[in-house]
């Protein structure tokens, strides 16, 4: 089952990475930073849309969670240089 869950984000990384390099979020964006992990499980579902979301964490999504990115920026890295 982690396996599983790991390939999901795995894939979700992927067409994230995509979507940065088309920048995707509107200019005037709200800019999201959030630090952690972001965890989905079970039946939850989190939406970010016009935005642009700095993760410093890993995403796992397990189960029938989803995460959905509508006109939004995904990065992923850490806040602080090092």
């Known amino acids: 089952m982690h396996r599983l869950g790991a390939l999901a984000v795995i894939g ?6 995509c979507q940065v390099a088309l920048g995707q979020a509107p200019s005037d964006a709200l800019v999201v930073e959030h ?4 965890v989905l499980e ?3 579902s989190v939406e970010i849309s016009n ?3 700095h993760q410093s964490g ?5 189960g029938d969670a989803q995460l959905t990115l509508t006109d939004a920026t995904l990065s992923m890295g850490s806040l602080t240089p090092g």
């Open 12 to 17: 979700f990384v992927v067409v994230a990475m």
């Open 35 to 38: 630090s952690g992990d972001l």
């Open 42 to 44: 079970g039946t939850q």
């Open 51 to 53: 935005e642009i979301y």
């Open 58 to 62: 890993i995403i796992i999504i397990r």
